[in-house]
């Protein structure tokens, strides 16, 4: 996400920055990252259950805290893989 958002590298290089998307679109468009655009992207009825919460509220941070912010929780079908 902090890279969705901010379009630098690691070593701080900005690529693309006319690409650059916010916090909540990020999220949106996950799914074509994993290639299932079906069963991914929203929480619905009928789609898998992958989701992950942060340690904070991503839209407040902006980019740049984005980067420091830490999963607290990640649920995979369903399923706690890191119990909140």
Known sequence: MWSATSRRTH???V?????RT?????IQDSHWLV????????LAV???ADLVALDRDFD???PEGL????VS?????????VAP
């Not at 916010?22 to 990020?26: E, K, T």
């Not at 290639?35 to 929203?42: C, E, I, N, V």
């Not at 980067?67 to 830490?70: G, L, M, S, T, V």
């Not at 929780?73 to 893989?81: E, F, I, L, T």
């Open 15 to 19: 690529l693309g920055t006319h690409q």
């Open 22 to 26: 916010n916090p909540q679109r990020a």
């Open 67 to 70: 980067r420091d912010a830490a």
């Open 73 to 81: 929780a990640v649920m995979v079908d369903g399923k706690w893989a």
């Open 60 to 62: 407040i941070l902006g």
């Open 11 to 13: 070593d701080g290089q």
């Open 46 to 48: 009928g789609q898998r």
């Open 35 to 42: 290639g299932d655009h079906r069963q991914a992207g929203t």
